[in-house]
């Protein structure tokens, strides 16, 4: 009976013994497995909320599929020239038969709000756009039976170009507002010498640069009497280096890499003020004579220190087609990490 007994404890201890060991053994391995992660290492979201689109997970175009075979028609803000010079060159050699024609208004001047018109009107097959679709928009599409959207691909500054002999430090938004706003005439109201500002800026109807600065900065209201209009950036520019009171306001890439005018820092209060430029500026002579450029301060943007910033759009038009299609394709092209390093090195600022 002893020996029963003494069998019978020394399987039990055997059988609790292994227990304990597996369990280490289990607790030991868990450990060291694998945690989901995206590609630049961020944690995947738990909740299933997640709303960024599947193709930031891609690394370069060819890895993308369902991409449509055809002509697409495009088209849109101004503020995305460089992107469609310098990016989509690329797309089409990575897919031939994707083929993209941007395409200019038959009448009006190129522009956010006139590449949605024309997107509205079927003239395109998706859009280009520097602002968000307003209500007007979107309440167009429903009439027509489909729904507009949009996709953020890059993000922006707005900068503002004076000439290169004002002695002024910087601006704050809401100098800026009372500025184009009329409210405030001369460069000595806002600490700079005695001499009357000549604001300039494109037509409210001609871009989405324009329509996100009068809602944004000049606060929805009009722009004052004194504002004179031209036509595109280009001459702006031109006007504002050959005039010490004249003020200019364009996409950051357009401005920060000119020799002859100066990138104006913009604060959120007096004395905190942020360069849209990296520090230290470029002089006009080392601009002219050897090349250099200012470059973009990209981390102010990214950060939310520079105060004035702006995502891009491409706006699609959910029609279950092959425009739709077409649209979401490209979003998910210019997402990859290949996209958004070539959208870097034209200027723009990465979201992914």
Do not use: H
Not at 95 to 100: G, H
Not at 228 to 253: C, D
Request: hydrophobic share 35%; net charge negative.
């Amino acid at each position: 009976m002893t020996q029963k007994n003494e069998t019978l404890t020394l399987v039990v201890s055997f059988v609790l013994t292994l227990g304990i060991l597996g369990g280490g053994l289990w607790w030991l391995l868990k450990d060291r497995q694998p945690i989901s992660t995206t590609e630049n290492n961020t944690p995947s979201n738990p909740s299933g909320n997640n709303t960024t689109p599947t193709s930031e997970l891609k690394a370069n175009f060819a890895s993308v599929n369902g991409i449509p075979s055809g002509l697409f028609n495009y088209g849109g803000s101004t503020t995305w020239a460089p992107i469609r010079e310098s990016v989509d060159p690329i797309i089409q050699q990575t897919y031939p038969e994707f083929r993209l024609r941007y395409t200019d208004p038959i009448s009006g001047t190129p522009g956010s709000g006139k590449g949605i018109e024309m997107l509205l009107e079927g003239q395109l097959a998706f859009s280009q756009s520097s602002r968000s679709l307003n209500e007007d928009e979107y309440q167009a599409a429903q009439n027509r039976g489909y729904s507009l959207k949009q996709i953020p691909v890059a993000l922006d500054g707005i900068a503002i170009a004076v000439n290169s002999n004002l002695n002024l430090s910087g601006l704050t938004v809401q100098q800026l507002q009372g500025i184009y706003s009329g409210e405030i005439r001369n460069w000595q109201e806002v600490g700079g010498p005695n001499l009357p500002i000549i604001p300039y800026s494109r037509e409210i109807e001609d871009g989405g640069t324009v329509e996100f600065f009068l809602e944004n900065v000049v606060g929805k209201q009009e722009f004052g009497s004194n504002v004179q209009y031209v036509y595109s950036t280009t001459p702006a520019l031109r006007k504002v280096s050959e005039n010490q009171g004249a003020i200019y306001y364009a996409s950051a890439p357009e401005v920060v890499p000119q020799c002859t005018v100066k990138p104006l820092p913009i604060g959120r209060k007096a004395g905190e003020f942020i360069p849209p430029y990296q520090e230290p500026p470029v002089t006009e002579t080392a601009c002219l004579e050897q090349g250099k450029r200012d470059q973009l301060n990209l981390i102010a943007f990214q950060n939310g220190q520079y105060p004035i910033t702006r995502r891009l759009f491409v706006i699609v038009k959910e029609n279950g087609g092959n425009d739709q299609k077409a649209g979401e394709s490209y979003a998910q092209l210019l997402l990859t990490k290949q996209g958004q390093d070539l959208i870097e090195n034209t200027g723009f600022v990465r979201i992914r």
